[in-house]
């Protein structure tokens, strides 16, 4: 089965996937890269896949961009992703050989309606007969699914997906049972911008605080609103409980995962899908992240693996951090049952064994055999917390 995926850049987070289904096809695969990478398009870390067997750098030269186009028409199977794969996928569609579009959803904000790019997709969609063609989406968010049945599209052709980062083979109840007991660590690492809401770790700390809990948080990264949540730090004289790490390579983030108890993710609905929700379960943290946050309510069972609370309100995540440090087993129940969820169903290589599956049950006419996970069916429902 010859597949190729196109996408903009060959980064961190799809080669993971990438690296199975060459493996997994018999070298029968293709990544096309349409991009040449750059600081702001290689997303997640610096390394430099360009030696990759399998990739087709199309921006290269003209020779590499025809013989992208012909794999576009040609291969069995075929992946879009991003407005720049457009003109492959419309060549493509020319055709009827299976077609998969992938990506997060597309009305994060009311003003999405009016977007040119949106606009041009539903044109496609109908206008071109999109509609009636072998054509499915892979939604790398739980949310991608209720905005194409709002606008119509891809009805009962929504398929789980997502970003797939590296999980390692370790014993999780060991690393855990080695943590400190009597003091326990909190991680928070991201992006200081306004929508990955760093403030509200500040005033997480001044609760805990306030109820007597002796804790570290922890937070990694830079940005804007690192000097003002520093300060707020500083006006809630919380600054012996929250430390700023600044910059690390991925390496020192992974490791410190592994040495945190619980990990908060609190981006909001701008978060499309969050990779690093994949790590800190993948590193045995126990997470209590945003609802709203693309791949949550995917990899998040509520209660079970981890935590959800309600975006942006303070007290629905004061509310669950309280219960992890008050339940300690639990704690520790959730983060094992994280772990596990990431090596057993969420993995680079359990998702590409499903999208395998998927497409083969596809080109025979079948309903999807995958019941879990990446490439079962994503349905509409509501992920809202009440």
Partial sequence: MKLAIFSVVLNIHQV????????????????VELEKPAGQNKKG????????????????DSE????????????????????????????RLRGNRLTFEMGERWLKHWRSLFSPRLLNNICNYYIRGWRRKPLYKLCA??????DQYLLGTFKNRCYKWGYFTKVDDFNV??????????????????????????????????RLKNGGYDVQIDMFGGGQE???????CQNLDVQDMVCFKGNVSNDEILQSMRNHDIFLFTSDKNEG?????????????????????????????????????????IDSLYEKVNFLLENPSRRKEMSIAAYKTMKDIWSPRNAALNFIQLSKDLLKGNASSIEIGPCSKSCTTNYYLQ
């Avoid at 968010?141 to 209720?146: F, K, P, Q, R």
Wanted: net charge negative; hydrophobic share 45%; charged share 20%.
């Fill in 16 to 31: 993971n996937i990438a690296d199975e289904l060459f493996e997994l096809t018999g070298h029968d695969f293709v990544f």
């Fill in 141 to 146: 968010s739980a949310y991608a699914v209720n």
């Fill in 64 to 91: 590499c961009e025809a013989k992208a186009m012909d794999i576009a028409r040609s291969a069995e199977v075929a992946v879009f992703g991003g407005y720049m794969a457009l003109k492959y996928q419309i060549a």
């Fill in 273 to 313: 899908w969050g990779a690093v929700l994949n790590e800190a379960m993948s590193n045995g943290c126990a997470v209590v992240t945003s609802n709203e946050i693309g791949s949550a309510p995917y990899l998040i069972n509520d209660g079970k693996n981890g935590l959800l609370f309600n975006s942006k309100d």
């Fill in 226 to 232: 690192l000097k003002p949540t520093m300060e707020l």
């Fill in 173 to 206: 109840e060991s690393l855990i049972a080695s943590r400190k007991s009597d003091k326990p660590a909190i991680m928070w690492c991201s992006r200081f911008i306004g929508w990955k809401h760093p403030e509200l770790v500040i005033h997480l700390a001044r």
């Fill in 45 to 60: 870390g610096t390394d430099d896949f360009s030696s990759k067997p399998y990739l087709l750098q199309a921006w290269k």
